[in-house]
């Protein structure tokens, strides 16, 4: 009855390395969400998924890539981290979509050196 | 487009007294409202939820938010501060079917005083 997982829950990598953050999640969801929160800017949406397949950007997503082959996964890719990517990334789902109550991962603190 | 302010970065209340978390947003469509809490460390949590029913929406833990569609505001209350609401809270506006113009205020650090 895990929820929504995310992990690594820490990641220290290098400027220009692929790196890939895992969102896995038990209610079969259909939407789901990546964000980032860095200080003084709240929350921001990254990229959505409203299905297998289907995935969208939201209000940041350059420099990020996403997938969703299964409902229950939501992986999120930093092909080549920059430092300005250094931030803790937050993956969320909701039954019906964005109006609807989301529920959210632990976090994934990523360092970028 | 769509913004949303929350008026105070940090508040700080005594244990016991009532607890004003200020929220106004613009948004060019009828939106719905949210109010999210972080503990430290860890995931944000849903407060209540505003998607144009009642007005005033009450949520969980005592918490409440008014939506006054005139001043264009969300203000979060709740009567008697408790130790345990110490948090991070964020305001959040989605106009109605735009999941991807979602957007967060910045947050309110909440302090409760002993």
């Known amino acids: 009855d895990a929820g929504i997982t995310q992990s690594p829950r820490y990641k220290i990598t290098e400027t220009g390395r692929q790196v890939t953050l895992m969102c896995h999640q038990t209610?079969?969801?259909?939407?789901m969400f990546w964000y980032r929160q860095d200080l003084g800017h709240g929350l921001r949406l990254i990229y959505y998924?409203?299905?297998?397949?289907?995935?969208d950007k939201g209000e940041v997503p350059d420099g990020y890539v996403v997938s969703r082959s299964k409902t229950e996964n939501f992986p999120l890719t930093l092909e080549s981290a920059t430092r300005s990517q250094t931030s803790v990334y937050f993956c969320?789902?909701?039954?019906?979509?964005?109006?609807?109550?989301?529920?959210f991962g632990p976090g994934t603190r990523l360092t970028v050196l | 487009a769509q913004s949303v302010t929350q008026l105070d970065s940090h508040v700080s209340v005594s244990e016991g007294t009532p607890v004003l978390l200020r929220c106004n947003y613009s948004?060019?469509?009828?939106?719905?409202l949210f109010w999210y809490v972080q503990h430290p460390n860890k995931g944000l949590q849903l407060l209540l939820k505003?998607?144009?029913?009642?007005?005033l929406v009450k949520g969980i833990n005592g918490f409440e938010a008014e939506f006054k569609k005139s001043e264009t505001s969300f203000h979060l209350t709740k009567p008697s501060a408790h130790m345990s609401d110490a948090a991070e809270y964020f305001c959040?506006?989605?106009?109605?079917?735009?999941?991807?113009?979602?957007?967060f205020g910045s947050g309110t650090q909440l302090t409760v005083l002993p």
């Open positions: 959040v506006v989605i106009p109605s079917g735009s999941a991807r113009q979602l957007t």
């Open positions: 505003y998607t144009s029913a009642a007005t």
């Open positions: 998924s409203a299905a297998a397949d289907i995935t």
């Open positions: 969320a789902s909701s039954h019906q979509g964005s109006e609807d109550t989301q529920y």
């Open positions: 948004s060019s469509y009828s939106p719905s």
């Open positions: 209610w079969s969801h259909s939407y």
